[in-house]
């Protein structure tokens, strides 16, 4: 009896799940400068302003916030067929999708808002930001930008992730990303484009992770998961 009893629950254990099954997450992985991939528990991928990293993985989706090349190297990716190349009008050739401000639309089961930003360096209408709801999960990418008031509009919308300029040159540096953190509510923050001209700035995102709401600091080449 106690060897059958054995063998139900061997058996039982061997048509449980995974671990790794159970508690498949969304994920972020940081590629420097403002370039991120997003993967979806449910497998889409996604990439945002893709410049230097491993891009192998087949897009879903791929987001560009403006045209500086340090941003649009569209061509890197690997992209499934039927990918969205989205971006503000002029920043590519060959997007099968011009973004709006304020105009949200859907990908891959995947609800797309592009947002304002700007600053000197940056015209109104040729840079954006994204709002990315996945499922729970709501994150938010500044593009290039400095404080705005369009900002406050965004504090209503829950957004767990803010990934947030702070390179203090062409964008807003450390403090003022802090404060763009605590205007749209985030939970959680992370430093990108912290350099002017590299890939990372480690002081800019050091003192940016410390004053931010949730700040935290993604590696380059580093994944995180993503929780709602």
Not at 29 to 44: E, L, N, Q
Not at 92 to 100: E, M, N
Request: with cysteine.
């Amino acid at each position: 009896m106690k060897k059958l009893m054995l063998a139900a629950v061997s058996l039982g254990l061997m048509a449980a799940p995974s671990h790794a099954e159970a508690r498949a997450t969304s994920s972020l992985t940081f590629y420097g400068r403002a370039s991120v991939k997003i993967r979806t528990a449910g497998g889409r991928v996604v990439y945002i302003d893709p410049f230097k990293g491993d891009y192998a993985e087949p897009a879903d989706i791929v987001l560009v916030t403006h045209g500086h090349d340090d941003h649009n190297a569209v061509a890197k990716v690997a992209k499934k067929q039927g990918c969205v190349v989205a971006a503000p009008a002029g920043a590519i050739s060959g997007a099968s999708k011009t973004v709006v401000e304020g105009k949200e639309f859907e990908a891959a089961g995947i609800k797309i808002l592009p947002v304002a930003a700007y600053n000197k360096n940056h015209r109104r209408g040729e840079c954006v930001g994204y709002i990315l709801t996945i499922g729970d999960i709501v994150l938010y990418h500044s593009g290039d930008t400095s404080r705005i008031p369009e900002m406050t509009d965004l504090a209503g919308r829950g957004i767990g992730w803010a990934l947030l300029c702070t390179d203090g040159y062409w964008n807003m540096g450390p403090t003022e990303a802090a404060d763009c953190a605590r205007i749209v509510g985030a939970r959680r923050s992370i430093p990108i484009h912290s350099s002017p001209s590299g890939l990372v700035d480690a002081i800019n995102a050091r003192d940016f992770a410390k004053a931010a709401p949730g700040g935290r600091i993604v590696e380059v080449g580093a994944t995180i998961p993503l929780e709602p």
